[in-house]
């Protein structure tokens, strides 16, 4: 047989998937796990008569990869990675290719690409998003790493990816080193996003309009038809629809607590280190940890009242309403993940294409939306677009669903309906269009308690004032910096 186009290493659902995607696209693969059984099984099993080759060792892998060697892996984040990485390096050649397709956290991927690098190798990490039949049909991929790897592995990467509507491919290169992981981190925080507005608009229709999963069902798929065309808003509509063995809703038989893997607690605490108010993502992940803690709430639903669900209204107009705060809602998502890409960009140096990112997210990924195209028609017009809110396709739509929003809002929480995403984001759409907030307060308080100065407004920008507040203070001012 000969040799492989590229080897793959992990062959978990991910790894076997991708795999059985290449080999469709007129690749030929090498696969190696650790655990050899999983060769066999393999070979034996969904790969038998494919141009798969099984090997049992790195050295075997290695063997059977024309040059320069690709070497793709599909392990668990973080140290089976790095483990891998100094298990392969010794049998490659300058120029070779070691590609992480992980979920790795990007300060690990500029790492890893600075480590292989210097060893005259290059390294690729790509975000994959679709879960396992994107892997297989179809992904979302975001590689970053060493540029001089692109061209070797473009070929494969857009052959096997997801195409959008108009057939480009949804992969192409992100950045210099962590770039691809970054861009999928922040992918997985807006999908953090995406999924809570959902179940907060679920949540109202369920308590306040007291709908039956069927009539839920319905609207998911009168919204699926228009603007909020989504993955995320077709499996919700479809998950409505599924009855358990007793013929009830299977949705109303599954507990509500949360997981998660910890990319949207990443993508928050990197708007942290950015100083970005990325608000609504961080509410999504606050809302896991608090539906995680579900025997404390059933204890505090015994001690606490509140206001009891009534809706008096136009359930059809109200309905509507929730379909605008929703779209509104998710505007201002988006929004602030892409405020997060750009000054990751420029803290790390990386050249960011937006509208190109959000092709790669028309298709394949988990939160491919018609709603992309928008996006990249708003960056195609003004790639040094600050906040796609300016955009006037945005701009008008965010002003068209602002009456329905607040009444969403403002109806949720008279009625005692937890809907941290929906306000967070009216919140921060207020704060934005706000010429003055309560800051000039704040920062007297911490002059006055830290001497940490101010700036003045009949003064020019950068001048430093400082207040001997209660008269007993020294002239003394702290130096003035930003975390």
């Not at 861009?183 to 308590?207: F, P, S, T, W």
């Not at 059933?298 to 669900?309: C, D, E, L, R, T």
Request: glycine share 10%.
């Amino acid at each position: 047989m000969s040799k492989a186009d590229i080897g793959l290493i992990g062959l978990a659902v991910m790894g076997e998937n991708l795999v059985m995607n290449m080999e469709s696209k007129g690749f030929t693969v090498a696969v190696y796990n650790r655990t050899t059984e999983k060769v066999t099984n393999f070979i034996e099993g969904r790969a038998k008569g494919k141009n798969i080759i099984g090997t049992y060792s790195i050295q075997e892998l290695v063997d059977n990869l024309k040059k320069p060697r690709r070497i793709m892996l599909m392990v668990k984040a973080g140290k089976p990675v790095d483990d891998f990485i100094d298990m392969i390096i010794p049998y490659l050649e300058p120029g070779d290719i070691i590609i992480d397709g992980g979920n790795s956290h990007f300060p690990d991927t500029i790492r890893r690409t600075k480590y292989v690098e210097e060893k005259e190798l290059l390294y690729i990490g790509t975000g994959v998003s679709g879960g396992e039949e994107g892997a297989l049909k179809g992904p979302s991929m975001m590689p970053g790493g060493s540029p001089a790897a692109w061209p070797h592995v473009k070929d494969i990467f857009q052959a096997i990816c997801a195409k959008a509507p108009d057939g480009s491919p949804c992969c192409d290169w992100v950045g210099e080193n962590g770039a691809g992981h970054f861009v999928k981190m922040v992918h997985n925080g807006i999908e953090y996003g995406d999924m809570q507005l959902i179940c907060e608009a679920y949540h109202l229709m369920r308590d306040l309009l007291g709908m039956s999963a069927d009539e839920m069902h319905q609207v998911f798929a009168e919204w699926y038809e228009g603007e909020l065309n989504s993955y995320l808003i077709e499996i919700t509509r479809d998950i409505l629809a599924v009855k358990d063995e007793d013929g009830k809703p299977l949705v109303d038989k599954i507990l509500d607590t949360a997981g998660q893997k910890g990319t949207g607690k990443w993508t928050g605490i990197a708007a942290l280190d950015e100083g970005v108010p990325l608000t609504l993502i961080g509410e999504a992940v606050f809302a896991r940890c608090l539906s995680a803690m579900k025997d404390e709430r059933v204890a505090a639903s015994k001690i606490f009242s509140g206001p009891k669900p009534k809706f008096e209204g136009d359930k059809k107009a109200f309905i509507e309403d929730i379909r605008k705060a929703l779209y509104a809602s998710k505007i201002v998502s988006y929004a602030q993940g892409y405020i997060l890409m750009r000054a990751a960009a420029k803290t790390y140096g990386w050249n960011l294409n937006y509208g190109g990112i959000a092709l790669m997210w028309r298709g394949g990924c988990i939160i491919r939306s018609v709603f992309l195209g928008k996006i990249k028609e708003a960056f195609d017009k003004n790639p040094d677009l600050t906040n796609l809110l300016l955009d006037p396709f945005f701009k008008e739509k965010i002003e068209a669903a602002q009456d329905s929003w607040r009444r969403v809002c403002a109806t949720a929480l008279l009625n005692g309906i937890p809907v941290p995403a929906f306000t967070s984001a009216l919140c921060y759409f207020d704060g934005y269009r706000s010429e003055k907030l309560p800051a000039n307060l704040l920062q007297a308080q911490r002059d006055y308690f830290g001497a940490h100065t101010y700036e003045r407004i009949d003064r020019k920008r950068g001048e430093y004032f400082h207040t001997n507040w209660t008269g007993r203070g020294g002239t003394t001012s702290a130096s003035t910096y930003v975390v």
